[in-house]
């Protein structure tokens, strides 16, 4: 358990530069991505245990990893929509653009990217991670302190919501 809290609050702060280096590239300036103020989203860090957790039944088949690996961080994903939607009346992407898409919240080439990333993550990135053995009493309290910061972040985007009768602020 200690080590989760460590590699969600790792892979919350990775993929918050993952995205928001993805997103700038096509926006030729610096976009910090995400709903929440400060360099985390939740949903890598999420997705990142899904995977950690299911990794054992999943290498067993490289074909197994990417599709069922794929499927669960698309329906993750889907299933963030609708919160996101729900607690904050916003929407912070739209796949409608795109053919193939689920009412624009999930689309095909984006279930290819998470079947192409679940791949890299279970047989590489996560591996590399495990073999710097970072997992230390220090490294817990600093995974406590950064997940403090989102539940802070998260809270003052729940007021800030709220204080302004559900406006998008996007």
Not at 34 to 51: D, S
Not at 94 to 117: E, K, T
Not at 118 to 133: A, E, Q, T, V, W
């Amino acid at each position: 358990v200690n080590s989760m809290i460590i590699y969600f609050s790792l892979y919350c702060l990775l993929g918050y530069f993952m995205e928001s280096i993805y997103v700038s590239l096509f926006q030729r300036h610096w976009i910090s991505s995400g709903l929440l103020k400060g360099p985390f989203i939740p949903l890598y860090g999420v997705g990142a245990c899904l995977l950690i957790y299911f990794a054992p039944y999943l290498k067993s088949s490289i074909y197994l990893t990417i599709f069922v690996g794929g499927f669960m961080m698309t329906i993750l994903e889907y299933l963030a929509s609708l919160f996101i939607e729900k607690v904050f009346e916003t929407k912070c992407w739209d796949y409608s653009h795109h053919r193939f898409h689920i009412q624009g919240r999930v689309c095909l080439i984006y279930f290819i990217m998470w079947c192409c990333l679940s791949y890299l993550f279970i047989f590489y990135i996560h591996p590399f991670f495990i073999s710097l053995h970072f997992i230390n009493d220090t490294m817990n309290i600093i995974a406590l302190i950064y997940m403090a910061f989102i539940l802070k972040a998260l809270i003052d985007r729940l007021q800030f919501h709220k204080l302004n009768n559900g406006l998008d602020i996007h």
